[in-house]
């Protein structure tokens, strides 16, 4: 993922081509750093697992399911890129037959991500502060379930635009959200990032010697879904970020 982002970013200051707005390399480049700062997550996460379930059927399955379907993506991503063809919401018929099989393998990654946070607050590392475990578990299974949720939204309807014009021109970089009506890729972000922010938030509160560190995590992931949510209404409300 980090060998596709570089070459990503190496490749828009000679390629002139856009689709909606900006350079066709934007969106392999923003999909290929998320999933490489996933993948990085889920490496990092892994020692929170039982020994024993660490090689397991179980963890074998999600690393298999990770790299597949985040492989597939990225790659088909940028393929079309290659070719100056949108890969979301693609006219053409081999496009949109194939957007469809992303779909589901983009739901397969999230799944994927919830089933490892499952597994950690199921069969983790007793050696692991149980704080540390828990806030990787509500990290990884609400990023995949939350992710989900998003995802499904966006890839439902024409895209991800609400109420403001059906382009990222003018749009602040990296991201390149909507400027002029709601967004629904902002709860997405807010989603898929929660398996980083609560872990990091489960440190922080173990790092400080915070009081009651597994009432403040669990405000913390409240928060961090009301957060979400908040960001998916006001998008679906057609307000700009």
Same mark, same amino acid.
């Given at each position: 993922?980090?060998?596709?982002?570089?070459?990503?970013?190496?490749?828009?200051?000679?390629?002139?081509?856009?689709?909606?707005?900006?350079?066709?390399?934007?969106?392999?480049?923003?999909?290929?750093?998320?999933?490489?700062?996933?993948?990085?997550?889920?490496?990092?996460?892994?020692?929170?697992?039982?020994?024993?379930?660490?090689?397991?059927?179980?963890?074998?399955?999600?690393?298999?399911?990770? /790299?597949?379907?985040?492989?597939?993506?990225?790659?088909?991503?940028?393929?079309?890129?290659?070719?100056?063809?949108?890969?979301?919401?693609?006219?053409?018929?081999?496009?949109?037959?194939?957007?469809?099989?992303?779909?589901?393998?983009?739901?397969?990654?999230?799944?994927?991500?919830?089933?490892?946070?499952?597994?950690?607050?199921?069969?983790?590392?007793?050696?692991?502060?149980?704080?540390?475990?828990?806030?990787?578990?509500?990290?990884?299974?609400?990023?995949?379930?939350?992710? /989900?949720?998003?995802?499904?939204?966006?890839?439902?309807?024409?895209?991800?635009?609400?109420?403001?014009?059906?382009?990222?021109?003018?749009?602040?970089?990296?991201?390149?959200?909507?400027?002029?009506?709601?967004?629904?890729?902002?709860?997405?972000?807010?989603?898929?990032?929660?398996?980083?922010?609560?872990?990091?938030?489960?440190?922080?509160?173990?790092?400080?010697?915070?009081?009651?560190?597994?009432?403040?995590?669990?405000?913390?992931?409240?928060?961090?879904?009301?957060?979400?949510?908040?960001?998916?209404?006001?998008?679906?409300?057609?307000?700009?970020?």
């Amino acid at each position: 993922m980090a060998a596709i982002l570089v070459l990503c970013l190496v490749a828009m200051p000679f390629d002139a081509r856009e689709i909606r707005g900006v350079s066709v390399w934007v969106k392999p480049a923003k999909f290929a750093a998320s999933l490489a700062v996933w993948c990085w997550t889920m490496a990092w996460a892994w020692t929170a697992l039982g020994r024993a379930w660490r090689a397991g059927r179980a963890a074998r399955v999600i690393v298999a399911g990770t /790299i597949v379907c985040g492989g597939f993506e990225v790659g088909w991503i940028a393929l079309r890129a290659a070719v100056g063809l949108p890969s979301h919401f693609a006219m053409d018929a081999l496009g949109a037959a194939v957007y469809g099989v992303m779909g589901l393998a983009a739901v397969l990654l999230c799944l994927c991500a919830a089933a490892f946070g499952a597994l950690v607050a199921w069969r983790g590392d007793p050696t692991r502060h149980r704080v540390m475990r828990l806030g990787i578990a509500a990290g990884f299974v609400g990023a995949g379930l939350l992710g /989900i949720f998003t995802g499904l939204a966006i890839g439902g309807g024409t895209g991800p635009y609400v109420g403001g014009e059906a382009s990222d021109a003018g749009a602040w970089p990296p991201f390149f959200w909507s400027r002029s009506g709601g967004d629904l890729r902002v709860a997405h972000f807010l989603a898929v990032h929660a398996m980083q922010a609560l872990p990091l938030l489960a440190w922080g509160l173990l790092r400080a010697g915070a009081a009651a560190p597994r009432a403040w995590l669990a405000a913390g992931a409240a928060g961090w879904v009301g957060l979400t949510l908040g960001a998916f209404a006001l998008a679906r409300a057609g307000v700009a970020l």
